[in-house]
């Protein structure tokens, strides 16, 4: 177009201006990435500097964040500085790139106030690389602008430095930010830490000891339905009976949130960035309205958990986990007793106490990369084990 290689028919060209170089480039483009990424770094600074949920949601924080985008492209749109060349002049330049600047300068604002937090994820690292692009990209602006204004009449460096602004601004940064697809402290964060496996569980990727696992090689401990609950609960293999009991009656919800609730408390309490990562993860699983496995709590409990002001606190799930386990008691143990789940579990105990007893030694079987309760063939490892095992030669 700027050597009429390509020409178009309108009256109204320099609409076309306003609508790419300034809502395109600015509330659509720069400004809500940049706008994007100030809304990550700010939660991330309440959460693991302030050690509390922040006070305003995303989805209210981000508008906000980019209604002075929108405000400078209205007035653009309005008073119309741009000429037939797409060009405006300084006295509008100046505003334009000093938003620019300020985005990025408060995204580095955030980003030194999260620096000494030790990330188990690329969070900080996201935010230094989004930096030095949107940076990259305003130096590469400008200079291209200069151009523009000194050269006008040099056709090629105009095509040059349109072709750069383009690049840049509608590709290179939108697909830089589209790559960086960690989103923190989200039921939906991926857990892969980059290697060549994943982690299915939050507890295993955070590297919570003995985390979800259940090898068939551990000390025996007969069940004693007599025993109270809490207790029974500690014995892993009783725990995952109840829990594909649970999942067998849609209501699996209460045990899983117990299991994480459990894998939490192994966490030190000096380990305060371990401790925010699971506590978040579990309100976001299990607490808030609407999680993927809500569990049924008392609004009391529920408000106490979400507007706590130490997410490390060690006693945050303790009158959530003891209405949960009411909720056990009534409605899942007394009708697992008499499930098929029970009986299956009572069978592999006197299989294991028989072997128990005579002493036999053996190997565990082999595990896929994904362990106990998310490993797909975990049930099947195990059946056949027992199988071959209590059919042994004595």
């Known amino acids: 177009m700027s050597l009429n290689l390509l020409q178009f028919?309108?009256?109204?060209?320099?609409?076309y201006c306003y609508l790419w170089a300034v809502w395109v480039e600015g509330p659509l483009g720069f400004g809500l990435l940049m706008s994007c990424r100030i809304t990550q770094a700010f939660q991330l600074y309440?959460?693991?500097v302030k050690k509390r949920l922040p006070p305003i949601k995303s989805y209210v924080f981000l508008p906000i964040v980019?209604?002075?985008?929108?405000?400078?492209?209205?007035?653009?749109?309005?008073?119309?500085?741009?000429?037939?060349?797409?060009?405006?002049?300084?006295?509008?330049?100046?505003?334009?790139a000093g938003l620019h600047a300020l985005y990025v300068l408060a995204l580095v604002a955030f980003t030194r106030a999260i620096r000494h937090v030790e990330f188990r994820f690329d969070e900080l690292k996201d935010l230094w690389k989004g930096?030095?692009?949107?940076?990259?990209?305003?130096?590469?602006?400008?200079?291209?602008?200069?151009?523009?204004?000194?050269?006008?009449?040099?056709?090629?460096?105009?095509?040059?430095?349109?072709?750069?602004?383009?690049?840049?601004?509608?590709?290179?940064?939108?697909?830089?930010?589209?790559?960086?697809?960690?989103?923190?402290?989200?039921?939906?964060?991926?857990?892969?830490?980059?290697?060549?496996?994943?982690?299915?569980?939050?507890?295993?990727?955070?590297?919570?000891p003995d985390s979800g696992l259940l090898f068939r090689k551990e000390e025996f401990r007969p069940v004693d339905p007599n025993e109270p609950?809490?207790?029974?609960?500690?014995?892993?293999?009783?725990?995952?009976?109840?829990?594909?009991?649970?999942?067998?009656?849609y209501a699996g919800?209460?045990?899983?949130?117990?299991?994480e609730v459990y894998e939490h408390g192994k966490i030190p309490e000096d380990d305060s960035v371990r401790r925010i990562y699971m506590a978040r993860h579990?309100?976001?699983?299990?607490?808030?309205?609407?999680?993927?496995?809500?569990?049924?709590?008392?609004?009391?409990?529920?408000?106490?958990?979400?507007?706590?002001?130490?997410?490390?606190?060690?006693?945050?799930?303790?009158?959530?986990?003891?209405?949960?386990?009411?909720?056990?008691?009534?409605?899942?143990v007394r009708d697992y007793w008499s499930s098929i789940f029970f009986i299956k579990f009572k069978e592999e105990e006197s299989c294991d106490e028989a072997m128990h007893k005579e002493g036999w030694s053996f190997s565990p079987p082999r595990m896929s990369s994904v362990q106990g309760s998310d490993d797909p063939f975990y049930q099947e490892h195990m059946?056949?084990?027992?199988?071959?095992?209590?059919?042994?030669p004595g």
């Open 282 to 332: 579990i309100m976001e699983k299990f607490i808030v309205a609407g999680a993927e496995m809500e569990v049924n709590l008392s609004h009391k409990t529920r408000q106490e958990i979400l507007t706590t002001q130490d997410l490390t606190h060690p006693d945050l799930f303790k009158n959530a986990l003891n209405e949960v386990m009411q909720l056990i008691k009534m409605n899942l």
């Open 66 to 96: 980019l209604l002075p985008w929108i405000f400078g492209a209205t007035i653009l749109h309005a008073r119309k500085p741009l000429n037939t060349q797409c060009h405006m002049g300084l006295q509008w330049t100046f505003p334009v």
């Open 131 to 208: 930096i030095l692009v949107s940076a990259t990209a305003i130096v590469i602006w400008v200079t291209a602008f200069v151009l523009n204004e000194i050269h006008e009449e040099i056709s090629w460096l105009q095509v040059a430095s349109r072709f750069v602004l383009l690049v840049t601004g509608g590709i290179l940064v939108v697909v830089f930010f589209s790559m960086s697809s960690n989103q923190p402290l989200l039921s939906q964060i991926s857990l892969n830490k980059r290697e060549h496996y994943e982690f299915q569980r939050m507890s295993l990727a955070l590297g919570i």
């Open 253 to 259: 919800e209460t045990l899983h949130f117990y299991e």
């Open 46 to 48: 309440f959460i693991f």
């Open 229 to 249: 609950l809490d207790k029974l609960l500690l014995n892993k293999r009783f725990r995952q009976s109840l829990m594909e009991f649970a999942d067998s009656c």
């Open 9 to 15: 028919k309108s009256k109204h060209w320099g609409k």
């Open 383 to 392: 059946s056949k084990s027992s199988t071959s095992r209590c059919s042994s």
